[in-house]
Nanobody, 128 residues
Framework: QVQLVESGGGLVQAGGSLRLSCAAS????????MGWFRQSPGKEREFVAA????????YYKDSVKGRFTISRDNAKNTVFLQMNSLKPEDTALYYC?????????????????????WGQGTQVTVSS
């Protein structure tokens, strides 16, 4: 049974930082592209960042480039999202997701519908 468990969310003032973690189990973690998505009330889920199965390639939503950093530790089956210079518009429920890309040859996956597994989310609230 595959599980993705996010942690690290919370309430922070604008300009602050948070580090999200997503611990995976029940899958061969190093086979998977890992992504972070977010969803605010009344809005669709949107892509934030992704990292290839070996960590060699990363991709970001334009509005978070230079502020967010995605990384992974395959030995610990964990993916991270370091979020700096947070803004009120970053407030959302943040999800991690896993897509089996090693066998397909795809390096980075961005569409949410192509991800195989999802976590339950962790809330990030940025106050102004």
């Amino acid at each position: 049974q595959v599980q993705l468990v996010e942690s690290g969310g919370g309430l922070v003032q604008a300009g602050g930082s948070l580090r999200l973690s997503c611990a995976a189990s029940g899958l061969t973690f190093s086979n998977y592209c890992m992504g972070w998505f977010r969803q605010s009330p009344g809005k669709e889920r949107e892509f934030v960042a992704a990292i290839s199965w070996n960590g060699g390639t990363t991709y970001y939503k334009d509005s978070v480039k230079g502020r967010f950093t995605i990384s992974r530790d395959n030995a610990k089956n964990t993916v991270f999202l370091q979020m700096n210079s947070l803004k009120p518009e970053d407030t959302a429920l943040y999800y991690c997701a896993a897509d089996d890309t090693l066998s397909s040859g795809v390096v980075i996956t961005t569409p949410a519908e192509e991800y195989d597994y999802w976590g339950q989310g962790t809330q990030v609230t940025v106050s102004s």
